[in-house]
Nanobody, 124 residues
Framework: QVQLVESGGGLVQPGGSLRLSCAAS????????MGWFRQAPGKEREFVAG????????LYADSVKGRFTISRDNVKNTVYLQMNILKPEDTAIYYC?????????????????WGQGTQVTVSS
C-alpha cells in the first residue's frame, strides 16, 4: 500500500515555473513506477510524465516534452515534477500516481495509487 500527497501547486504567469512534489509512504517506494497525470475542467485525466522504478528512464507526453522534468529521490520517498515555460493550457489539477509493476503506462487505468491532486493555474 502506498499513500501519495502532492504539494507545490499554485498560480503562475505564462512562461513561469513551478515544481510539484509528491511524498509517498511505504518502504517499497523505490520499487514503484511513479508518474504524473493532470485533469483540466471538462477533460479526461491525461498522462504527463512517468519514471521507471528500476532503470530511471522517463517518458513524457508530447505536450510537455522539453518543458517538464520528472525526477525522484528514493531516499526521501519523493517524486518531483519541474515545470518550466508554463502555458495557460497547462492549467489543471495535477495528480501523482504509482504502480508496483515494471514500466511506465500512459493509460490511467493501469495505475494503482493516486494522490488527492494539486491545482496549477497558469494565467496573467
Amino acid at each position: 500500500q502506498v499513500q501519495l500527497v502532492e504539494s507545490g501547486g499554485g498560480l503562475v504567469q505564462p512562461g513561469g515555473s513551478l515544481r510539484l512534489s509528491c511524498a509517498a509512504s511505504g518502504r517499497t517506494f523505490g520499487s514503484y513506477t511513479m508518474g504524473w497525470f493532470r485533469q483540466a475542467p471538462g477533460k479526461e485525466r491525461e498522462f504527463v510524465a512517468g519514471s521507471h522504478w528500476k532503470t530511471g528512464s522517463t517518458l513524457y507526453a508530447d505536450s510537455v516534452k522539453g518543458r517538464f522534468t520528472i525526477s525522484r529521490d528514493n531516499v526521501k520517498n519523493t517524486v518531483y515534477l519541474q515545470m518550466n515555460i508554463l502555458k495557460p493550457e497547462d492549467t489543471a489539477i495535477y495528480y501523482c500516481a504509482a504502480r508496483p509493476q515494471l514500466g511506465v503506462r500512459t493509460d490511467r487505468r493501469e495505475w494503482n495509487y493516486w494522490g488527492q491532486g494539486t491545482q496549477v493555474t497558469v494565467s496573467s
